[in-house]
């Protein structure tokens, strides 16, 4: 198949191509020295066409490794196959099998650089490597590497905001809307690119972009603002992204890897059931098994904000975790001036007693955001870290909230990795809020149970406009940003909030603690709203599994709906939400369920209403009213 010609001693491909399938051989990926030296890939599934052929390559300080490039050779394929568990996600025991191979090129300057590919039955992934001696120094300057979509494919993506700008200048987050089905090529309406993952639509084939592997040592990436013709082309953060002062870009000396970059491919059920986020990520670290405990919490902030984290209230919510039987309470902001560090070791202990664990919350600032809320400063080094994790272990805090990155440039990324080591190194559990996606940093760091990265919850209490945009932002932030990573959205109220009117049912508020994934998940509801729920809803939100054994995707569009079933010891829970404003009637596949009969919880006649019914597993139909949504336990 493949045809070669000499040059300077090196083999280069002339015109002809090297091809690399997945383990079924549904998806090949074709890799080629292009006739005027450039390197390219192409994917197809089922022979079809899926990403056109696309740019490769790296240019870095004194080596570019983008054009006038030879290919050298070609290692052996390699089968790949790596087994290992997660305490938080969407499956627990996963196993990761890919076809890898080795393309090594070398540039005018004689200069080598590998691309590594592997192809999953359920999407690619590739990644550079940079070992040349004659380069001591590995500098990053820019990255070739596109992925080129049909022009009639559609997409499903959300800005990136620009840097430093907002509330307390705490952008970059990822805390902006998606714009869902769009034609492919529409540029980025913030000037500043769009966020992984990034979903696409092309025919029947579904694509979903991210990147993994994320060790601390480079910087994250997006897509850039601009995609002529369908080429979404990966960039690098922008100038301000970067902690006190450090570096925006990757550097090295030695080995320069960069993440992987990894495109979930296939139907729409094989893309939402991918696990290429934490397949391609480092394996985890030493962390005792004991305290990597997840969990549902009880949080008064976002519908009580500063004024209420106050010791008796705090005090008045492990109270109510105690009765929800959860297993942790968040205090939040100002909890150093409102409560102060003695009074907060005895909330700590006093919470020991009940049976529920203490979060503290910390701004990360920093000189790259303007929030004022305390405590702030206490992490910039690994010396003030290792002082302050103590002293919170030894008041009895199980973990840390910290909140208002900066961006995602190099020394940010190395920010988040030190935080976590030092965590790990004292026993705490990590949140990040105001935040980057994790990119599979959750099996690297057993330790990290959740972060934002979303436009959650609290923007519905901040203004109308938010909480009308709450449904269909929820079918988005469960299909698109939770897809690989876990997700702090702080769900879930029953009653109103103060100056809201709701949009959503209560059923719809229900279904996303089973849709939703976190490590912890911090519920928004207060003791008051949790008293208008009915026994049954108080039960299921006791009994609900902390961690998940495995997930079926069932149904969903993006914007529209979702539906999705979660395996929890013997048990399964299904759950779904309807954004539209008309009611929709699911038919769910449920036949895995064999002859099981479920209990289904869904919307009752009125807006802040449930109900019950039984219902059968099978070809099962269940209508979700306007907004609204369900749950159905199968034990």
Not at 91 to 114: C, F, L, P, T
Not at 430 to 435: R, T
Not at 560 to 581: F, L, P, Q, T
Not at 602 to 617: H, K, P, V, W
Request: hydrophobic share 45%; proline share 5%; net charge neutral.
């Amino acid at each position: 198949m493949i045809k070669a010609c000499v040059s300077a001693g090196l083999m280069m491909a002339c015109g002809a191509a090297f091809a690399l399938h997945s383990p079924n051989r549904q998806l090949e990926v074709t890799v080629e020295v292009r006739p005027d030296k450039t390197l390219s890939y192409s994917v197809k599934r089922n022979g079809q066409p899926v990403l056109l052929p696309s740019p490769l390559g790296l240019t870095l300080a004194g080596a570019d490794f983008a054009r006038r490039l030879e290919l050298a050779g070609t290692s052996p394929v390699r089968e790949v196959s790596d087994r290992y568990t997660m305490a938080v996600g969407k499956r627990s025991n996963i196993h990761y099998r890919a076809n890898e191979q080795v393309w090594s090129v070398v540039n005018a300057a004689g200069q080598k650089m590998d691309v590594t590919f592997r192809v999953s039955d359920d999407g690619i992934a590739f990644r550079y490597t940079v070992a040349d001696a004659g380069l001591p120094v590995k500098r990053f300057v820019a990255e070739a590497t596109g992925f080129a979509f049909d022009t009639k494919a559609r997409a499903f993506l959300q800005p990136m905001a620009q840097a430093r700008t907002g509330w307390g200048k705490t952008n970059p987050s990822y805390e902006e809307y998606y714009q869902v089905d769009v034609p492919v090529g529409q540029p980025a309406p913030l000037k500043s690119g769009w966020v992984f993952p990034a979903l696409f639509r092309s025919g029947d084939t579904w694509v979903a972009l991210t990147e993994a592997g994320m060790e601390g040592g480079f910087h994250a990436s997006r897509l850039a603002t601009a995609a002529p013709a369908g080429m979404y082309r990966v960039a690098g953060p922008t100038a301000p992204e970067v902690f006190a002062k450090g570096q925006l870009l990757a550097e090295s000396r030695g080995s320069l890897v960069t993440p992987w970059r990894v495109a979930a491919i296939g139907s729409l059920a094989t893309v939402m059931d991918s696990t290429l986020g934490t397949d391609l990520a480092a394996p985890a670290i030493a962390f005792d098994g004991k305290l990597v405990q997840p969990g549902h919490a009880s949080w008064s902030w976002p519908l009580l904000k500063d004024e209420q984290t106050v010791f008796d209230v705090q005090k008045r919510f492990i109270d109510y975790a105690h009765d929800m039987q959860w297993d942790y309470t968040l205090v939040d902001a100002e909890w150093d001036r409102r409560i102060g560090y003695e009074k907060m070791a005895e909330l700590a202990r006093y919470a020991a007693g009940r049976g529920v664990g203490l979060l503290a919350w910390y701004n990360s600032a920093g000189d790259w955001n303007d929030a004022p809320q305390t405590p702030r400063g206490k992490l910039l080094t690994r010396e003030a870290r290792v002082k302050e994790f103590a002293r919170l272990r030894a008041m009895g805090i199980k973990g840390v909230k910290i909140d208002f990155f900066g961006g995602d440039g190099a020394s940010m990324l190395r920010y988040y990795v030190d935080i976590l080591k030092d965590a790990a190194d004292a026993g705490l559990l990590v949140n990040f809020h105001g935040a980057t996606l994790p990119r599979g940093l959750q099996r690297t760091y057993p330790n990290l149970m959740t972060a934002e990265a979303i436009r959650g919850l609290e923007f519905a209490t901040f203004n109308q406009e938010g909480e009308d945009a709450v449904p269909a932002h929820a079918v988005n932030a469960a299909m698109i940003r939770n897809l690989f990573d876990p997700m702090d959205f702080t769900p879930m109220v029953f009653g109103d909030m103060p100056g809201i009117k709701r949009v959503t049912r209560n059923g719809f508020e229900l279904a996303q603690s089973v849709l939703f994934l976190s490590g912890i998940q911090h519920f928004a509801e207060i003791p008051q709203g949790m008293a208008t729920a009915p026994e049954y809803v108080k039960a299921f939100l006791r009994e609900l599994p902390r961690r998940w054994d495995d997930s079926r995707f069932l149904a969903g569009v993006p914007g529209s709906h979702v539906a999705i079933a979660r395996k929890a010891g013997e048990s399964w829970y299904v759950a779904g939400i309807n954004a539209d404003g008309a009611p929709r009637t699911l038919e769910l596949d449920l036949s895995f369920l064999g002859n099981r009969k479920g209990v289904l919880i869904t919307d009752g006649a009125r807006q802040r209403e449930f109900s019950r019914a039984e219902l059968a597993a099978g070809k099962a139909t269940v209508t979700v009213q306007p907004r609204g949504g369900f749950v159905a336990v199968f034990r």
